[in-house]
């Protein structure tokens, strides 16, 4: 729980809280109830989960009528130059062990509000309770748009119109072809009061380089009262049914739900807690009917490549073997000559994207790791023939000229194409060219045909043609690989290009040969390696994407969209590396002192930000440079939950 006073109250301007909905819609905002981003928003739905995430009702405004009669504005908004209404100065506490709950207090007047979702549903539900001695007055004005949360909403004649269904229920709709938002309220008296609110100035925005104002509308506000220990509830949601249900009943549900996600028999609070943040990426993916995951709040969709690093962490080392399962059949149900989709269109009318290289490769060791963890020889067996399919077609060639050299490399890109992590790209402008025989896709290459070969030798009676030849391609990349990338200071090149120049950068993406489940290099040369690693590329927040003494290093992720992507994989740090640092660590060294040392301080630093900045109970998707510190990019990122979990995960055995 954090606590707040008259001296740090302002924290909670910048600090974020999020409730997702198990299909790809959430609820988000700062703890001070003021949006500072275009993606916050009280109830921001996914209509094909889970995507076409739409941002319906933007915020409601709070104040507090104490019995004396006296109003207290609790809410905040940040307008251009100024905050106002200052209601962040009455926050006393704010806790999101499983729900978000924030306390007010106002000359002793004590409020609680909690905010949770419907799992499985567009519908957010908000919990008022009176905690003083004495009666309080609440009045509530909720704030509507209608978008993609990718834009903004400005003053239109078109909105609105609404319908009182009695009961408390109202039905709001912007114009004739939105889809509607019901809103129920428990209790007090609806008065029509219809308004427009303009120029809420989203923060995060201005210093994202993009347009940072927004106008909302409202129809009306509610007025009640509560007496001491009485309860209020406030429901939006898109679905007239789910509007009605009990609230108290959707909470007690919603919390039986969180508490059961964990399976480890843990006695740790801070494993138990990053579980639960872990089960925010967990989605229905409805063109699919099975599960994916979302790769980080607030902006992105499912990705094959983050979704099959992502799932060790969040769904295979904690237990959840049904949730893993149907990730991996999502995925697999969905290969396109080869090749994993990179990403789900976040439009339902385009179709998947296949440009990466490195999604289809770490699906194998998804595989691998699943098999270890469940033993479900049944479902590997059933899905030998997609492995064969895979492998047939990097063979003969897929897209991107994608495909195997005579050394036994995998080669690929052409154009533009950015096929890697390492992604960025300015219209033509790419940041990092890995055209050619990246490091880790050799690593994880490699690691493909060898998982392929275990399950050839753990069911020997299953068909495997290919066993043969990949027993060769396995041994020829073993056999060329460090001729080829090994450099004369000891660490290894990060990409060999079509003509087997390399480019001698020091990136973090070396050690992919050494923590995977069959090391590429053996422990004396990681042994080399390491060192340049920890010398160039190690904090504890996680790795630097390229070394300080690169003159293409890049200290600061900051501005506009040229100025951030130039910096992403530019010297930024990335947590989600942690674990695969740290598990080369284990491979050449063990678990010596030192090790564990330094695996407790990147614990300790991370734990302090996942429950004391950012988004609380999130790990956010990158930090500086130079001077790691605040969290940067989205402010949850499934793979940097997925690394974290890992962590403690060694720290513990």
Known sequence: MLTFNSENSKETLTKEWLITNGIGGYASSTLSGANTRRYHGLLVASLNPPIQRQVLVSKIEESLLADDGTSYNLSSNYFPGVIHPKGYIHIESFNRKRLAETVFNVNGNRLKKTIFMVHGSNTTILEYENMATRPIGLVLNPFYVNRDYHSLY?????????IDLNKRLIEITSNQYAIPVYLKYSCGQFTEEQNWYRNYHYLEEQHRGLDDTEDAYSIGKIELQLNPGEVAYITFSTDIEMAQISPKKAKKQELKRLNEIV????NDEF??????????FIVDRKTTAGKSIIAGYHWFTDWGRDTMIAMLGLCIATGDQATSKSILSTFLNSLDQGLLPNRFADNQNDKPEYNTIDATLWLFVSLYHYFIKFGDAEFIKDNIHNLDAIFEAHIIGTHYQIRVTEQGFLFGGEGVSQLTWMDARIGDYVVTPRHGCPVEIQALWYNALQVYLFFGKEFPDVSMPLKSLLEKLSQKIKT???PFFLTSDGYLKDVVDRNLN???AIRPNQLYTLSLPFPL???????QILKIVDSHLFTPYGLRTLSPESIHFVPTYNGNQWNRDSAYHQGTVWPFLLSDYFQACLFVYGKTEDISSKLNQSIKILSKHFYESGCIHGIAEIFDGLNPDYGKGTVQQAWSVSAVIQLQLMNLT
């Open 502 to 504: 390399g480019d001698a």
């Open 271 to 280: 494993l138990s807690d990053l579980i639960v943040a872990a089960n925010q």
């Open 154 to 162: 400005h003053e239109t004649s078109l909105f609105s119109r609404y």
């Open 263 to 266: 399976q480890l028999d843990l």
């Open 521 to 527: 290099v053996d422990k004396n040369t990681g042994i």
């Open 480 to 482: 060329n690989f460090l």
